[in-house]
């Protein structure tokens, strides 16, 4: 039974800094590629960030690049997302997803993930 379970979430000021983990259960965790997806109140699920199986490739959308930092660490099952300079449209609930990939590349299209977490809440205010 695969289990994914996040956690880091809460309330910060804009400016601020959080950082998220997820820790996997039941998986192969160094053969997947792992991806954070973030949804605001009423809006669609988005993919933000994802690395690869090693965590030499990594993608960010523009939207947090250069503020955010995905990192994993295989030896404890874990997928990192450090988040710096917080702003109120970074608020919503952050899911982590994990997907078996043959290489060590990455996605942030919702459709390729297997595993999924309930998600841990980010709240920024202003």
């Known amino acids: 039974q695969v289990q994914v379970v996040e956690s880091g979430g809460g309330l910060v000021q804009a400016g601020g800094s959080l950082r998220l983990s997820c820790i996997t259960y039941?998986?192969?965790?160094?053969?997947?590629?792992l991806a954070w997806f973030r949804q605001a109140p009423g809006q669609e699920r988005e993919g933000i960030s994802c690395?690869?199986?090693?965590?030499?490739?990594?993608y960010y959308v523009d939207s947090v690049k250069g503020r955010f930092t995905i990192s994993r660490d295989n030896a404890k099952n874990t997928l990192y997302l450090e988040m710096n300079t917080l702003k109120p449209e970074d608020t919503g609930k952050y899911y982590c997803?994990?997907?078996?990939?043959?290489?060590?590349?990455?996605?942030?299209?919702?459709?390729?993930?297997?595993?999924w977490g309930q998600g841990t809440q980010v709240t920024v205010s202003s």
């Open positions: 997803a994990a997907t078996w990939n043959r290489y060590d590349h990455c996605s942030i299209s919702s459709v390729v993930y297997d595993h």
């Open positions: 039941g998986l192969t965790f160094d053969e997947n590629s």
């Open positions: 690395i690869g199986r090693s965590g030499v490739n990594t």
